[in-house]
């Protein structure tokens, strides 16, 4: 295992206008070139960092070709372009990162340390800011699989298994680390691969292929004394034509919850935006907000997904894939594509969740094309 830094930056920028709509402008900021000599390829993952950063993995590239950790700087001064920061190369033998969480606060012990997996989630490791110095601390803190990580305020990282069927929690006191099981479940296909956290500390996720054989929207509720049983309640079950195989989920305004299905919901099976809004005696009720047009169309097949402002933002990975947004007004649902993203020298098949600046733009990256092929680092300002 290697670590190693590199600076490079690239501006490009793609402008887009039409009659009906105020110009839109596409900013290519960084383009990710292939090979270990190269600054990580098919980046796979984006998250907020400090001071207006954003850190993120490459599944390909780096020092071993294993994929790299990086950051990514906002310009010194105006005018200026971002650089990018490579945190750690991985080596062979824990390649392939594929999830990436922050620790803003040090909740876990360590402010401002990332937590991540590789190896299809089998290696969860831990990296430390320099105390100093210029290398950040690389750590495997538990070997077996861990997906849907998500880090509650009260110092505890949650994760699932489908090996075992269970929710696990991983703690951290004195340098060493604790692994409880929390919760087993009914079976490997009823274990939720997706978590989110609401407010109150209950966890909800989605299981791709439980209840009827295309998902289920889950929740699990913590125990109110220690040591006692959390509680699972089956908030949705998939049908096919509402929607089959759900991939994201999130905890918007007033406790509703909101997701995406890559597939079903008629319409070509281009898959669904849904919601499920909390009703009284602890009842959810279930809507789809959009149902994808499929079929061969840039319109299918939703990934990630943001709340904000009252407006949903998501990407579609069909074809080259999409940014588009959704906004909900006395029970009216209205969708508008943003953005179709196109072959190189731009970049195409998003990855991740659209990611929102405060001035309402939106920071992502793709997975192909610009000038390397090997995926780009972008801001989009509708």
């Given at each position: 295992?290697?670590s ?18 105020p ?23 984006l ?24 950051q990514?700087?906002p310009?010194a ?23 990436l ?5 040090g ?11 590789t190896n ?28 849907g990580l998500v880090i ?8 699932t ?7 696990f929690?991983?703690?951290?006191s ?9 919760y ?31 998902g ?7 125990p109110?004394?220690?040591g006692g ?11 096919g ?11 918007g ?10 597939q ?8 669904v ?6 009703s ?22 939703p990934?990630g ?23 909900i ?16 020298p731009?970049?195409y ?21 610009g000038t390397?092929?090997a ?8």
């Amino acid at each position: 295992m290697m670590s190693s830094r590199w600076t490079v930056s690239l501006l490009l920028v793609i402008c887009l206008s039409s009659a009906s709509a105020p110009a839109q402008t596409m900013n290519v900021l960084f383009n990710f070139t292939p090979g270990t000599t190269g600054n990580g390829n098919y980046p796979i993952t984006l998250i907020h960092g400090p001071n207006g950063s954003y850190y993120g993995a490459t599944y390909f590239g780096g020092a071993n070709n294993a994929g790299v950790v990086f950051q990514m700087n906002p310009p010194a001064a105006a005018g200026d372009p971002w650089t990018e920061t490579i945190l750690y190369s991985f080596g062979s033998d824990e390649a392939l990162p594929d999830q990436l969480v922050l620790d803003k606060d040090g909740v876990l012990g360590i402010p401002g340390a990332l937590y991540g997996t590789t190896n299809n989630s089998q290696f969860l490791f831990q990296l430390t800011p320099p105390d100093g110095g210029r290398i950040w601390g690389y750590t495997v803190i538990r070997v077996g699989e861990a997906l849907g990580l998500v880090i509650s305020p009260q110092g505890v990282l949650y994760g699932t298994e489908t090996e075992s069927d269970q929710l696990f929690q991983l703690s951290q006191s004195g340098g060493a680390w604790t692994f409880t099981p929390l919760y087993t479940f009914s079976g490997q296909y009823e274990t939720p691969t997706s978590l989110t956290l609401d407010s109150a500390g209950n966890l909800y996720g989605t299981d791709r292929e439980g209840g009827s054989g295309y998902g289920e929207v889950i929740k699990l509720v913590p125990p109110s004394v220690p040591g006692g049983a959390w509680t699972e309640t089956v908030l949705h079950t998939f049908m096919g034509n509402d929607g089959s195989y759900p991939s994201a989920i999130i905890v918007g305004e007033q406790g509703n919850l909101f997701g995406t299905t890559q597939q079903g919901g008629g319409h070509k099976n281009g898959g669904v935006v849904w919601r499920l809004a909390p009703s009284s005696g602890g009842t959810y009720s279930y809507r789809v907000l959009y149902r994808f047009t499929g079929g061969s169309s840039n319109d299918s097949e939703p990934t990630g997904l943001t709340f904000y402002r009252n407006a949903l933002y998501g990407f579609t990975a069909y074809v080259r894939g999409t940014i588009y947004k959704l906004t909900i007004s006395s029970g009216t649902v209205t969708k508008t594509t943003l953005f179709n993203f196109e072959p190189a020298p731009g970049g195409y098949d998003p990855a991740g969740a659209p990611l929102l600046a405060s001035d309402g733009s939106i920071f992502g990256v793709t997975e192909d094309g610009g000038t390397g092929l090997a995926g780009t680092f972008y801001q989009f300002v509708p």
